[in-house]
């Protein structure tokens, strides 16, 4: 009896999670029309029209192209630069080193909107608004203290015997933290990768001002969406549903590191 209530409650609680993934997908092979002239629990009559719409326009799947192009430029400086400072603080102790790691931390707490005029004014100085690299420095601010604080804690967990064993048989530096040293915190890489591509595929305030035409994301392209008769709710809709199989597509990829990142790690 209690393992029959346990699955009624699981089914209940992923019924609920999905509902508002599914209504999307109801409303996104419909009409505007349709969906405006009555409440369906599903498309009688589906369409996918809207879809057709967005693959038809070069504005909309250009939006889905920068949006990947720039976060995946961010997950990759991001990581580069978070790896060799998360081995600095896991390894070594300096004069101003917690004063340091909390910095980094405020900055991943800190709004965007804090440090959205200099970078726009730093940025049109050097001639960068609406380019890809713009935006992908820009994510850094965020994401490279939480990578830190990630990756930290899964080197901190690395014994110090490896590095003092490798440096004995004779290896330098960058050939143990490449061939040694990273295969031991992959599945921190991969979370950290995860969260990294995540936290910049959803970000809207820098990437919408960042930028103006050539390399807009699809988040702001989808604010096209309103007009003077409203929303298109099937469009916007069937964007939503086109935004959500990227970041589906990378938890499938890292799903085995997902789980070792959340039992072993800070996440």
């Known amino acids: 009896m209690k393992i029959r209530k346990r699955y009624i409650l699981l089914a209940f609680y992923l019924m609920v999670l999905f509902l508002p993934i ?4 109801n409303m996104s092979l419909r009409t505007n029309a349709d969906i405006l002239g ?11 029209e809207n879809y057709m719409k967005i693959f038809g326009d070069p504005s909309w799947y250009s939006g889905y192209i920068n949006s990947i192009i720039y976060v995946t430029m961010n997950m990759v400086i991001s990581l580069l630069t978070a790896l060799p400072a998360a081995y600095a603080f896991s390894r070594y102790r300096f004069i101003g080193d917690k004063h340091v790691f909390f910095w980094l931390l405020t900055n991943r707490m800190a709004p965007p909107a804090v440090f959205l005029l200099p970078f726009f004014q730093l940025y049109s100085t050097f001639n960068l608004i609406d380019t890809h ?31 003092e064993t490798a440096f004995i048989d004779g290896y330098s530096f ?20 995860f969260f990294c591509f995540m936290f910049s595929w959803v ?57 070792k990142g959340f039992a072993l790690g800070r996440v």
């Open 22 to 25: 599914y209504w999307m997908l």
């Open 38 to 48: 009555s409440l369906a629990m599903y498309p009688e009559h589906p369409t996918f």
């Open 133 to 163: 690299i713009a935006v992908a420095l820009a994510h850094c601010l965020f994401n490279v203290p939480l990578a830190v604080w990630i990756l930290e804690g899964f080197m901190s967990g690395v014994p110090r015997e490896i590095d």
């Open 174 to 193: 960058p050939r143990f933290f490449v061939r040694v040293f990273i295969p031991l915190i992959r599945a921190g890489i991969g979370v950290t990768a």
């Open 203 to 259: 970000e809207l305030l820098l990437a919408r001002t960042l930028t103006t035409t050539a390399a807009k994301p699809i988040a702001a392209t989808m604010t096209r969406t309103v007009s003077a008769t409203g929303l298109d709710w099937g469009l916007l809709a069937a964007a939503g549903i086109l935004t959500i199989v990227p970041g589906a597509l990378v938890i499938w990829f890292v799903r085995n590191h997902l789980a």
